[in-house]
Every structure is written in C-alpha cells, then in structure tokens.
T-cell receptor, first 113, second 112 residues
Framework: GGIITQTPKFLIGQEGQKLTLKCQQNFNHDTMYWYRQDSGKGLRLIYYSITENDLQKGDLSEGYDASREKKSSFSLTVTSAQKNEMAVFLC????????????FGEGSKLTVL | QQKVQQSPESLSVPEGGMASLNCTSS?????YFWWYRQHSGEGPKALM?????GDKKEGRFTAHLNKASLHVSLHIRDSQPSDSALYFC????????????FGEGTKLTVSS
C-alpha cells in the first residue's frame, strides 16, 4: 500500500497573500491531481500532471500555479488569496492507463482572513 | 465544459433500506465511470468502477451503466449507518486524457 501526505493540514493566510500547498505520494504513481472542494460540495479540478515536469490545466486553474519537479511530489500555489477561496484542497494520484482509480490525501483546509 | 450531474442532492434512508443514487454525464465521450465515497473529514475513496453497459455488483453495492443514455447509477442494498457519507460520481473520457471530472455529490444519511 501507499499513502498521500498533504502539508499543511490547515493553512491560514491573509487576503492577497501567496500560499503554497504540498503533496507527496509513495505509490510511485505517474499522474497527480489537485482538486478544490467548497464546503462539502463537489470536487473541481485545478491542475493535473501526467509525469514529472508536466502540467495540465483543469477547469479552475485561474488564480493558481502548480509545480511537479519530482514524480513523488506535486505543489499548488494560490497566487493571491481571496476571501472566497476558503476551501479544502485535495491532492490525488493515479497509476497511468485507462482504468486506474484515484487515491486521495486527507486534504488541506485553507482559511483566508 | 464537460459536466457530470448527480441526483438527488441529498437522500435519507432507514437502516436496512435501499439507497439509489444517479449520475448523468454531458458528454458521450465519457467512457469510464467511478463511484467515490467521502466520510466527513476524510479524502474521497474509490468505491467501485464501471466501464461496460449493464450491472456490476460488489457486495451490497450495485452499479449500473447505460452509455446510450449517458446514465450511471449506484444502488446500496441493506444500508448501514456507516454508509452515511458524500457519494461522488466521476467520469473520464475515452482516449489518452487523464482528466477526471467529478459530480457535485449526493449526501446520504442512513438512520438507525
């Protein structure tokens, strides 16, 4: 088995601040994802990466940057935090191929003051 | 924009009852479907996948896929309080894209 570790678990920032979330996986999976979940709602795709140094935009990429410098890690940066961005950010990974399922971390909860 | 729509938004069933959740995709190119379950305070976990038309049964859970009508459903037999959670339908298009789209979720409450 493997695990996905997201840090920090809770992040408090100021409006306008640049904030970074980190994700590590030891599954040796090729593909990694960042999703945003607002208050128990659905998951919206921000960025995904199919291999090291690859980045693909999701439907919610505006206002975010991502970085995949190693196969095992995937970072997400909120470029300028806004009050309406209080949400849980979920990282996931998946083995390549057509049918692999996603494995999720526990999430990072962002609060903007 | 590719979308996956779920219904109902919330559902309450008694312990031992049957829960039925629905999902409709907007794009005929969606070919691979999953159901995920998320308990409060945790990340979602994959429950089951379905890629071919028809039924797929795993224990108390049965998924049904009809690609012609772009409809997927999940039926939970003999529902337990531990089944209370947020359930998501997720879909991926055929071909090389790794993009996975999730629905808004159905909140299931099973009362004892």
């Amino acid at each position: 088995g493997g695990i996905i570790t997201q840090t920090p678990k809770f992040l408090i920032g100021q409006e306008g601040q640049k904030l970074t979330l980190k994700c590590q996986q030891n599954f040796n999976h090729d593909t990694m994802y960042w999703y945003r979940q607002d208050s128990g709602k659905g998951l919206r795709l921000i960025y995904y990466s199919i291999t090291e140094n690859d980045l693909q935009k999701g439907d919610l990429s505006e206002g975010y940057d991502a970085s995949r410098e190693k196969k095992s890690s995937f970072s997400l940066t909120v470029t300028s935090a806004q009050k309406n961005e209080m949400a849980v950010f979920l990282c996931a990974s998946r083995l390549g191929g057509r049918t692999g399922q996603l494995y999720f971390g526990e999430g990072s909860k962002l609060t903007v003051l | 924009q590719q979308k996956v729509q779920q219904s109902p938004e919330s559902l309450s069933v008694p312990e031992g009852g049957m829960a039925s959740l629905n999902c409709t995709s907007s794009d005929r190119n969606f070919q691979y479907f999953w159901w995920y379950r998320q308990h409060s305070g945790e990340g979602p976990k994959a429950l089951m996948s379905i890629f071919s038309d028809g039924d797929k049964k795993e224990g108390r859970f049965t998924a049904h896929l009809n690609k012609a009508s772009l409809h997927v459903s999940l039926h939970i037999r003999d529902s337990q309080p531990s089944d209370s959670a947020l359930y998501f339908c997720a879909a991926r298009v055929q071909g090389g894209s790794a993009k996975l789209i999730f629905g808004e979720g159905t909140k299931l409450t099973v009362s004892s």
